[in-house]
């Protein structure tokens, strides 16, 4: 179901009855979405009005499994789907008996949230009533009040709308302004109308924001906090030139993780900052990484060592009854490759965010990246998000995901290559002379990008996540890729198009890398 009030009144209705319920990604179709019920073992499912017709591919097979459909609708054409709005009218105005709803534990489970990976099949997030719970206090946390319009543009599918979103306005006793889908253009208009004074955004939303066009009344509304992850320092910045110094709340979590940091001040780039009580309730570490053999380092006692202050290191969160991981629904090898057993001492067990992150000097805790996100180059470790705030300085680049592709036939390097797929801001074109200045002038020679590539659009996950799978796999041929791509001449100082003989001469070894 798309963002809609019945998104709503579906998961509480079926809460108050006891059942747990699981989000389904609106754009997942086909095997995909047959492998959400398997994992979860859903037996029922309810669809909104307008995605109905998506489901007629894999209807028989639900039918099949004994999967009976609802559809929020009073009347239907497609045989075997039951209707569900004329069943509202018909119910009972009386209370659904409390025994229903009985829980004896705050871990059992309410919610299956499927996280959206860059690869592979949806994995089913188990989520139970204490992680729910926690999740509405988000908002409060940040000083979100009863008082408060907060504006939701975000699917409902996925926590931070929903837990966060959803479940924050109701902790709150605030409102909500729920959006069907997030629109740039729209944004800030609707923000006036509603007077919006808080918005969620995840990802790369806020630099769409700052990639519309300027215009005369962009600080002319009331929103006061913006709360949300993923948002990169030079967007933070431009956000607060171009609409106001909005507070910006960072935070940082995952779906399925055992932890949370939280940005309460403000400070630019970072998702937290450690302090005692953070260091008391949360038991995490930051450990050495292996770029190259793309593993954690384990010294000769086969325990993990931890990183010095101000160096990038895994994140990792020891598990107990503070911090409980429930893992994945229906997979257990899945919930297994999570965890990290014999950390520091034998028996040990601790959750692997695959995130990489650094604690400051002065205690300021930043993402610098996923892990296989970074790569490594001529012995060097590459951050991708540095390369990309610094391509997004540039005038004519709209958007850029950076990555490190494989150059075949090429034994004297280790590593992986830097490449950069962008968009080209409307109205301009790609300047190759530019971007060697820029990024000669600000990278080293290990971390700019040797290969572009022009791209219409951008290819993301459903919380806009940039995609890289794809782009690292299909490497930089120009006989197997239709896009424009460019190479970096040091002779010429200016990215040259990647021609067939250009890449013939760099497979082959005559051009040095």
Partial sequence: MNNEPDFISVWFGLSKLGCAVAFLNTNIKSRSLLHCFNCCGAKLLVVGTDLLDSLEEILPNLQEDNISVWAMKKQISHPGVHTLLDKVEQASHEPVAAERRTVTSLKTATLYIFTSGTTGLPKAAVICHLQSLKAAGGLWAYGGTSEDVIYTPLPLYHTA????????????GATCVLKKKFSASQFWNDCRKYDVTIFQYI??????????????????????????????????????????????????????????????????????????????????????????????VRNEKGFCEHVKQGEMGLLLCKINSQSPFFGYAGNKELTENKLLRNVFVKGDAYFNTGDLMVED?????????????????????????????????????????????????????????????????????????????????????????????????????????????????????????????????????????????????????????
């Fill in 361 to 513: 000097q002065e205690d300021f805790i930043c993402f610098k990246d996923r892990v296989g996100d970074t790569f490594r180059w001529k012995g060097e470790n590459v951050a991708t998000t540095e390369v990309t705030e610094l391509l997004g300085l540039l005038d004519f680049i709209q958007e850029a995901n950076v990555y490190g592709v494989e150059v075949p036939g090429i034994g004297c390097h280790e590593g992986r290559a830097g490449m950069a797929a962008v968009i080209v801001r409307p109205g301009c074109s790609f300047d190759g002379k530019k971007l060697f200045n820029i990024t000669t002038a600000y990278l080293p020679s290990y971390a700019r990008p040797l290969f572009i590539r022009i791209q219409e659009t951008m290819e993301i996950t459903g919380t806009f996540k940039q995609q890289k799978f794809r782009l690292v796999r299909s490497g930089f041929n120009p006989s197997t890729i239709t896009d424009p791509l460019y190479f970096v001449d040091y002779n010429e100082q200016c990215y040259i198009p990647l021609t067939d003989s250009v890449y013939e001469s760099i497979v082959s070894g005559q051009r040095k890398l």
């Fill in 203 to 296: 990802g790369e939303l806020c630099r769409y924001l700052c990639n519309q066009p300027e215009a005369e009344n962009e600080k002319d509304h009331k929103v006061r906090m913006g709360v949300g992850n993923g948002l990169r320092p030079d967007v933070w910045k431009e956000l607060h030139r171009r609409f106001g110094e909005i507070r910006m709340c960072e935070f940082y979590g995952s779906t399925e993780g055992n932890l949370c940091f939280m940005n309460h001040i403000g400070k630019i780039g970072a998702v937290g900052r450690c302090n005692f009580f953070y260091k008391l309730l949360l038991k995490y570490n930051l450990v050495q990484y292996d770029m190259v053999k793309d593993e954690i």
């Fill in 161 to 172: 709308a929903s837990l966060i979103g959803i479940g924050g306005t109701i902790e709150l």
